[in-house]
C-alpha cells in the first residue's frame, strides 16, 4: 500500500541515501514510490525492465507501447534522474535492441 512504500523511501532517506534504483529485472513501482521520493528528494536510477539472459527487449509494437506509456506516466517526477534501458544487456543501436534509444528519444511523440 502507498503507505509501505513512502515508509520504504524513508528510510532510505534516513539511513543517508540519496539514490534508489529501480532494478531491470524488477517491476515498475506503484505511484505512491515515486512520489515519496519526490517528495523526500531521493533520485532515482531507472532501468527499464529488461534483463540479460532471455528477457532482452524485442523490437515489438507490444514493448514500444508498453515503455511510452511507463515513460509518460512517470515523466513528471523530477525524481527520476536517470532512464537506463536494460539491466546488463548489450544495448547497440540497430536491431534488435534499437528499442531502447528509439523509445525514450521519442515518449512524448504520437506512437508511430
Not at 514510490?33 to 527499464?48: F, K, N, Q
Not at 548489450?90 to 528509439?102: D, E, F, L
Request: proline share 5%; charged share 20%; glycine share 8%.
Amino acid at each position: 500500500d502507498a503507505d509501505a512504500h513512502k515508509i520504504h523511501v524513508r528510510s532510505a532517506a534516513d539511513a543517508g541515501m540519496n539514490i534508489l534504483r529501480v532494478w531491470g529485472g524488477g517491476i515498475f513501482l506503484p505511484d505512491a514510490w515515486y512520489d515519496a521520493c519526490d517528495e523526500t528528494g531521493i533520485l532515482v536510477y531507472h532501468d527499464m525492465q529488461y534483463a540479460q539472459g532471455g528477457h532482452d527487449p524485442q523490437n515489438t509494437t507490444t514493448q514500444a507501447a508498453e515503455l511510452r506509456h511507463q515513460i509518460r506516466r512517470l515523466s513528471h517526477h523530477p525524481a527520476i534522474a536517470l532512464w537506463d534501458g536494460c539491466n546488463a544487456c548489450h544495448v547497440a543501436i540497430g536491431p534488435p535492441t534499437v528499442i531502447h534509444a528509439r523509445v525514450v528519444m521519442t515518449a512524448g511523440r504520437p506512437a508511430d
